[in-house]
């Protein structure tokens, strides 16, 4: 078993993270990913997720294209690509703290 997971941040990768990227491995590589969830954080989800996924590698499923030791995570906490930077500016204040609602039509 290897001490280095086939991506990066294995250790802390959401359920959904770990669905795709396990997409490309081989067979050997989910079983490693298996054994190293095992001996370290044993997360129950992961743990299923990589079951899954070896059953079906054994069902016939193959290996999607991509090597994810060079995947990168995104650029927030949860992955995504979106940039501070392109927010929208703020606008105006509500007039007396609170926006016009219209109730009824």
């Known amino acids: 078993m290897a001490d280095t997971p086939p991506f990066p941040d294995f ?9 795709h990227r396990i997409r490309s491995l081989e067979r050997d590589e ?5 054994d190293h969830e095992r001996a370290h954080s044993s997360r ?9 996924r070896l059953g079906e590698l054994d069902a016939g ?8 030791r060079e ?7 949860h992955g995504s690509p979106v ?3 392109g927010a929208a500016e703020p606008g105006p204040p ?12």
Request: net charge negative.
């Open 44 to 52: 129950m989800p992961v743990i299923e997720v990589l079951r899954t």
């Open 94 to 105: 509500d007039r007396h703290g609170l926006r016009q609602v219209t109730w009824g039509g």
């Open 30 to 34: 989910v079983e490693s990913l298996l």
């Open 71 to 77: 995947a990168r995570e995104g650029g927030t906490a």
């Open 11 to 19: 250790d802390h990768a959401t359920v959904d993270t770990v669905k």
């Open 61 to 68: 499923a193959t290996p999607s294209g991509g090597d994810q």
């Open 83 to 85: 940039n501070p930077d």
